[in-house]
Antibody
C-alpha cells in the first residue's frame, strides 16, 4: 500500500525558514516523480514544486522560485521541501503527492499525503 | 504560464445532472491531459477523472469527463447526483515545466 506522510509543519515568523519532510513507503520511491502541492486556508490547490526520480531535474512555481528548494533522499525514501524567506502568504497545508505512473508523461497525482500545516505569522 | 478557470460554485438537486467547466487561458486544451479531483473538507484530494475522460477504478460511472477544443475547455459531468457528491472539484493540467490547478468549484447538492 502506497503511503505518504508529511511532517515538519508549524508556526514560523515572516522571513524565517522551515523544512518539510515526506516519508514514502509501499512503492519504489526512486522511480517516481514527486511533488509538493499546497492549499491556503479556505482556498484552492496550488502546485509548488516537483522533482524527478533521480533528483536531476526540479521545477518550481513562480511564487516560490528562489525561496524554496525541493530535494529527495532515495536511500531513505524521503522527499523534502526547504522553505526560506517565508511570507504570510505561504501559510497553507502542504501535501506531498506522487505522480500516478512511471511510464507516461502525464503529470497527474494518484497518491497524496494527509498534509502538514505551515503557519507564517508574527 | 496558462490558467484554468472554473465556476466558483454550483448547486443542484439530488438525482439531477451537473456539468463543471474548466477553461484554459492559453494554449490548446488538447495539448496536455486534464484531470479532475474531488476534495471533501479536511481530506486530501482524490482523482475522479484522469487523462480527460478516464475513470479510476472505484469511481462510479456517474462521473464522466470530456474536452472541447472549440471552447478550449474541459468538463466534468456528474449524473444522478447524490448528497455524497457534495465537495470541491478541481481541474488540473500541465505543460513541460508547470502543473496548473483550476481555482476549484464548490458543488452543493440539496
Amino acid at each position: 500500500e502506497v503511503q505518504l506522510m508529511e511532517s515538519g509543519g508549524g508556526l514560523v515568523q515572516p522571513g524565517g525558514s522551515l523544512r518539510l519532510s515526506c516519508a514514502a513507503s509501499g512503492f519504489t520511491f526512486s522511480s517516481y516523480e514527486m511533488n509538493w502541492v499546497r492549499q491556503a486556508p479556505g482556498k484552492g490547490l496550488e502546485w509548488v514544486s516537483n522533482i524527478v526520480g533521480s533528483g536531476s531535474n526540479v521545477y518550481y512555481a513562480d511564487s516560490v522560485k528562489g525561496r524554496f528548494t525541493i530535494s529527495r533522499d532515495n536511500a531513505k525514501n524521503s522527499l523534502f521541501l526547504q522553505m526560506n524567506s517565508l511570507r504570510v502568504e505561504d501559510t497553507a497545508v502542504y501535501y506531498c503527492a506522487r505522480k500516478a505512473t512511471v511510464a507516461t508523461t502525464t503529470r497527474r497525482f494518484a497518491y497524496w499525503g494527509q498534509g502538514t500545516l505551515v503557519t507564517v505569522s508574527s | 504560464n496558462f490558467m484554468l478557470t472554473q465556476p466558483h460554485s454550483m448547486s443542484e438537486s439530488p438525482g439531477k445532472t451537473v456539468t463543471i467547466s474548466c477553461t484554459r487561458s492559453s494554449g490548446s486544451i488538447a495539448s496536455n491531459y486534464v484531470q479532475w479531483y474531488q476534495q471533501r473538507p479536511g481530506s486530501a484530494p482524490t482523482t475522479v477523472i484522469y487523462e480527460d475522460d478516464q475513470r479510476p477504478s472505484g469511481v462510479p460511472d456517474r462521473f464522466s469527463g470530456s474536452i472541447d477544443s472549440s471552447s478550449n475547455s474541459a468538463s466534468l459531468t456528474i449524473s444522478g447526483l447524490k448528497t455524497e457528491d457534495e465537495a470541491d472539484y478541481y481541474c488540473q493540467s500541465y505543460d513541460s515545466s508547470n502543473v496548473v490547478f483550476g481555482g476549484g468549484t464548490q458543488l452543493t447538492v440539496l
